[in-house]
């Protein structure tokens, strides 16, 4: 087995939660490649739309940099305005979205617009993008992160993407339909919202992270699932076929 990159390992696993046939909200850099990786291994009916307007039933075939890259437009599905993609987010039509942000707390709920520092000093972010839409409207949604203290509070300074806001039934009531965080993917383990409580809980340990490392990086007290599991590492194959979408290793090393 190969070694492999914290970054190739959270691409693989993003990739393991789409399924065949689903519509996905691709989103930018990691997502990019756990699409694409999806598509050549076990989803390759999924149906891929970029926040720009672009549908795609094929993967592009170069690296992309940004959705709006010449690879991506040419024999795309469907070349579109912003308002057709997100028409089909608020018609309830896509399956699942991918989504970053610059914090994440213990519901869920993600913050890209502004964090609140010592001393009240505020950091301003560039915002929602989509991911306000995508995070509201689609059947789920996965969240890609560093796992680092300061990006993990027990509370987000701003919800611009909500998840389970204050736990459960808080989606429902203030009116937004079912969904919600399936998985928070970080380059230490993978979380998925209790069933009862929506809180985060940790159910997956990558290969060589432990259980007090990834305490450590969290700033609450994480719940912990039983049994914990281990994350398989990327198979030969997915580490091939991830490495020929990104030989240069832009986006995963």
Request: aromatic share 6%; proline share 8%; charged share 25%.
């Amino acid at each position: 087995m190969d070694d492999f990159t914290p970054r190739e390992l959270m691409i693989v696993a993003a990739a393991r939660e789409l399924r065949d046939g689903e519509i996905v909200f691709v989103g930018m850099r990691l997502p990019l490649l756990g699409f694409l990786l999806a598509k050549r291994t076990h989803a390759p009916r999924a149906l891929g739309l970029y926040e720009n307007g672009v549908i795609r039933e094929t993967p592009a075939a170069e690296l992309l940099y940004t959705m709006s890259d010449l690879p991506n437009i040419t024999r795309a599905t469907a070349c579109g305005e912003m308002l057709m993609v997100m028409g089909l987010l608020a018609q309830g039509r896509v399956d699942v979205g991918f989504i970053g942000g610059a914090e994440v707390d213990r519901f869920g709920n993600v913050n890209t617009t502004l964090v609140r520092r010592e001393g009240k000093s505020i950091l301003r972010l560039p915002g929602s993008g989509g991911a306000g839409d995508i995070a509201s409207l689609a059947r789920r949604f996965i969240v890609l992160m560093p796992h680092e203290r300061r990006r993990f509070p027990a509370r987000v300074s701003y919800i611009t993407s909500p998840g389970y806001g204050e736990g459960r039934g808080w989606r429902q009531r203030v009116g937004l339909p079912p969904g919600g965080p399936a998985a928070v993917i970080t380059d230490k383990a993978i979380l998925r919202p209790d069933p009862e409580t929506k809180e985060l809980r940790l159910v997956s340990l990558h290969p060589g992270v432990s259980l007090e490392e990834v305490r450590a990086s969290t700033g609450w007290d994480l719940q912990i699932a039983d049994p914990v599991e281990r994350t398989p590492p990327p198979t030969p194959q997915e580490l091939r076929l991830l490495r020929s979408l990104d030989p240069e290793g832009v986006w995963t090393r």
